[in-house]
């Protein structure tokens, strides 16, 4: 098999079980069986949860696969962009609140309240200004249980901030479209017109690259235990990253420690 194309062909069979639940082919069936496995198995007295960015490219397919197969009272699902006419119709689902805005914002998150499990899938590394390590901090107090899948560094030991690196190495890393990457490094400090940020913490690019030791260091600290991992393969054709699922939990026997400063 051409290795190069390997990838793909992973993640459109990984998108069949998601078309025939009616789903379309960026529904990823490993994010599926993830979801099952913490309902039926770590956390099966869960009634709550949120999913963090959940729309882009799926239109909230996990927050709709939890309502269907898991006997929650209350989905939250929140994304800053909604495809045309996607919010309004997900506002009719029985059991799920939509809110639109960055769920990094404390504004949003006083709305969101307390939630048994958060949803962090693939979101973690887009997040800066507050960077990934201070976003799980946050939620770390609103959740028991955080799910995670990202895409994780696997050609270092430390996680890096992939927007601080020279455009040339932040293009061979991510092999991003070079277009938008280039504008956002040319208006670095210039105000984004929507998100009132720094573009050059656009969260709509890469921004970290973020190892395992680093994930799990965090978790440990905000006082969470590992109760599940698996590695899902290779990301795309990127050769510095894979896609790595996690499930933790609130550990009784530990205090909560917030993280303050990135890594």
Same mark, same amino acid.
Do not use: I, W
């Given at each position: 098999?051409?290795?190069a194309i390997a990838p793909r062909l992973r993640r459109i069979s990984h998108g069949v079980r998601g078309l025939f639940l009616g789903y379309n082919i960026?529904? /990823? !069936? /490993?994010? %599926? %069986?993830? %979801? /099952? =496995?913490?309902?039926? !198995?770590e956390y099966p007295s869960a009634k709550s949860f949120v999913d963090l960015g959940g729309v882009w490219k799926v239109n909230a #397919?996990? !927050?709709l696969y939890t309502l269907r197969r898991h006997p929650l009272d209350q989905g939250i699902l929140v994304d800053t962009d909604y495809p045309s006419g996607l919010q309004e119709r997900l506002s009719h689902t029985p059991h799920l609140h939509v809110i639109r805005g960055d769920f990094t914002s404390e504004h949003i998150m006083k709305s969101i309240g307390s939630v048994d499990v958060a949803y962090f899938f693939d979101v973690l590394l887009h997040q800066a200004n507050p960077a990934w390590d201070q976003v799980l901090a946050r939620y770390s107090s609103l959740a028991s249980c955080i799910v995670i899948y990202n895409q994780?560094?696997? =050609?270092?030991k430390t996680s890096v901030r992939l927007t601080h690196l020279p455009l040339g190495e932040y293009l061979a890393i991510t &092999? #991003? =479209? *070079? *277009?938008i990457c280039r504008f956002v490094y040319a208006h670095a400090n210039? @105000? &984004?017109?929507?998100y009132k940020k720094p573009w050059i913490d656009f969260h709509n690019i890469f921004q970290w690259a973020i190892t395992d030791e680093d994930l799990r #260091?965090?978790?440990?600290? @905000?006082?969470? =235990?590992e109760v599940y991992y698996q590695n899902c393969g290779p990301f795309l054709n990127l050769p510095a990253f894979e896609n790595h699922e996690f499930i933790y939990l609130r550990d009784q026997r530990q205090s909560s420690v917030q993280v303050g400063k990135p890594i």
């Open positions: 098999m051409n290795f960026f529904v /990823d !069936s /490993d994010k %599926l %069986l993830l %979801l /099952d =496995r913490v309902y039926q !198995s #397919a996990y !927050s994780q560094y696997v =050609r270092g &092999h #991003a =479209r *070079e *277009e210039e @105000l &984004h017109p929507t #260091a965090v978790m440990v600290k @905000l006082g969470f =235990r």
